[in-house]
């Protein structure tokens, strides 16, 4: 993808990370969607380098297995005990040439990059930028600067007249003039590979007094002044500090997860998106978002999520792995792994969970819950359902409150529902069953059976009411009060059947069965 391609890039990961006071380590905390590793080898491998290398030694297992899980090909390179970002390059360097000597018969030649593991905004073009120019000026080292209004803590670039690196100076080793230099080194460097290996061959050297600086430590930043002996030693600046910061402590990891999302955003709006208010929208690396998206305040779009064009997304909703379909809405709800379809409607306050396949134009309303479930085209499930293993068909109805009762202790078992079915309000269809195209359920029934197509299941105990029950029965009380009231009320002719007033509201008597399948309620 750049020109030139490394021969290799050194990730140092090996480090500690005591201020963030862990036990997840450093580089594995994440911000917008991806780990501080992950960042640093996605944009790591987008220079398409020959081979890449993580260095570890802290939380050892755990920090190589995420690596090889984000990225197979990474080549996993043990720290020793000894300390410095000179020995974690060393040992790098290392494996890479065995590993280079296996395959090619010679050790790795050109440009190598070094990165730290911790610097999750540095981006693939800097990166470019800083290999172009090291090619372009034949450097035997080019080194990526910035200037920091508190360049406490950092190493400093001492500069030769001819504008040249000099050396590095760390700190806590600088004299009272070298710390007053504000330009800084970001730990992102190329190296010619021999000039590396020359420098660090002999910084490795326990006769030499490579350590013997304020941390005890062999630092990769004393190269620099080895390196003159081969050539020119240059650095590029970057204007833009918060690229080369690294996360330190769980402040600094707030702060860049922020930026990363402020610039996530900014890149969506200048794309198409709108964004009504970015500091309350999170919008992780790994989303795509298409033109004229809208994002509503509070919403969070997360790991592999996508959003086709005109849909709306939020209030205060979040989307994790989900598919939204062009011109969907998705109104104050929680989505997990989940397909929403073209034009359909979703909340507000739905929890779709895995597997649920939503058809264009279908809708699912306030406190529904799918997990496993295909709803067909135009589908609703508009209130309070739980529809789960189940499959809807196109234009079915399911009324309020129905519950697909898919567990029965022991296994999970399915629910399909024919095209163009009509479950009434408040049904437990008791998996697995099968309700046929355009049968009707009568609300309040518990169905255990499947149901042909275009049948009516219908599901009643007799329901009995006793005239003048509560006055007799609960005497004395305010119930019996208020019955006696309402009686009086009515005057004195009380219906046998109904218990109301022969000539009340209610009129004739219904007959029992089909009309009572008029349950459903519908939006
Ligand atoms: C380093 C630089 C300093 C620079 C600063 C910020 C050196 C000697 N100093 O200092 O000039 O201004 O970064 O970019 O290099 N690591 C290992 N093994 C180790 C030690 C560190 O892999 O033994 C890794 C860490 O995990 C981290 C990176 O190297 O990813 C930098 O280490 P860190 O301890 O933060 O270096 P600084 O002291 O900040
Ligand atoms: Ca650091």
Not at 13 to 34: C, D, F, Q
Not at 203 to 231: F, I, M, R
Not at 239 to 256: F, H, K, M, S
């Amino acid at each position: 993808m750049t020109d030139p391609r490394p021969a290799a890039v050194i990730v140092l990961a090996a480090g500690e990370g005591t201020r963030m006071r862990s036990a997840t380590p450093k580089v594995l905390h994440a911000i917008g969607g991806r780990t501080l590793l992950g960042h640093v080898l996605a944009t790591a491998r987008a220079l398409d380098p020959e081979a890449l290398a993580v260095v570890v030694r802290h939380d050892r297992d755990r920090v190589a297995e995420h690596a090889l899980a984000l990225d197979p090909d990474v080549l996993v390179a043990d720290q020793d005990a000894i300390k410095g970002t000179g020995r974690a390059a060393w040992c790098a360097l290392e494996a890479l040439d065995s590993a280079a000597t296996a395959t090619t018969g010679a050790p790795v030649s050109g440009p190598v990059v070094v990165l730290a593991g911790d610097v999750p905004l540095l981006d693939a073009g800097t990166l470019g930028e800083l290999l172009a120019a090291h090619t372009a000026d034949g450097n035997v080292v080019t080194v990526l600067t910035t200037r920091v209004p508190d360049p406490t803590g950092y190493g400093r670039i001492v500069r030769t007249d001819d504008g040249q690196v000099e050396r590095i100076v760390e700190h806590r080793d600088a004299s009272p003039e070298e710390l007053a230099i504000d330009e800084i080194n970001t730990s992102v460097y190329a190296f010619d590979a021999d000039v590396l290996r020359a420098g660090l061959r002999t910084l490795q050297d326990p006769a030499s007094d490579a350590a013997s600086n304020a941390q005890g430590e062999v630092y990769l930043t004393d190269v620099l002044a080895l390196a003159h002996a081969h050539g020119a030693v240059r650095a590029i600046e970057t204007p833009d500090p918060i690229i080369v910061e690294g996360v330190n402590d769980r402040v600094q990891l707030a702060t860049l997860g922020a930026e990363l999302n402020r610039r996530v955003l900014e890149t969506a709006m200048r794309s198409g998106v709108t964004v009504v208010d970015p500091a309350s929208t999170w919008v992780d690396v790994t989303v795509t978002l298409e033109q004229d998206v809208t994002l509503l305040p509070g919403t969070q779009l997360l790991g592999r999520t996508s959003v086709a064009t005109g849909a709306v997304i939020g209030p205060d909703t979040t989307l994790e792995d989900a598919t939204v379909e062009a011109g969907a809405r998705v109104l104050r709800s929680h989505v997990t792994d989940a397909r929403i379809g073209e034009g359909a409607s979703v909340g507000p306050y739905t929890h779709l969970r895995t597997g649920t396949v939503l058809g264009p134009r279908s809708a699912i309303g306030a406190f529904a819950e799918t997990k496993n479930a295909e709803l067909g085209a135009g589908a609703k499930v508009p209130h309070l359902s739980y529809v789960g293993d189940a499959v809807v068909g196109d234009a079915a109805n399911i009324g309020a409150g129905v519950i697909t009762a898919n567990y029965d202790g022991v296994g999970k078992h399915r629910t399909v529902i024919g095209a163009g079915a009509f479950v009434g309000s408040d049904t437990t269809l008791v998996a697995p069953i099968e309700i046929g195209g355009g049968a009707f359920v009568a609300a309040g029934s518990t169905v255990t059976r499947d149901v042909a197509p275009g049948a009516l299941a219908v599901e009643r105990a007799q329901l009995k009411i006793i005239p003048g029950w509560v006055a007799r029965r609960l005497e004395g009380t305010k119930w019996a009060a208020a019955a006696q009231r309402a009686i009086e009320a009515l005057g004195e002719s009380v219906d046998e059947e109904s218990g109301r007033d022969a000539a009340g509201p209610s009129g004739p008597a219904r007959p029992s069965g089909t009309d009572e399948a008029h349950g459903g309620h519908t939006a």
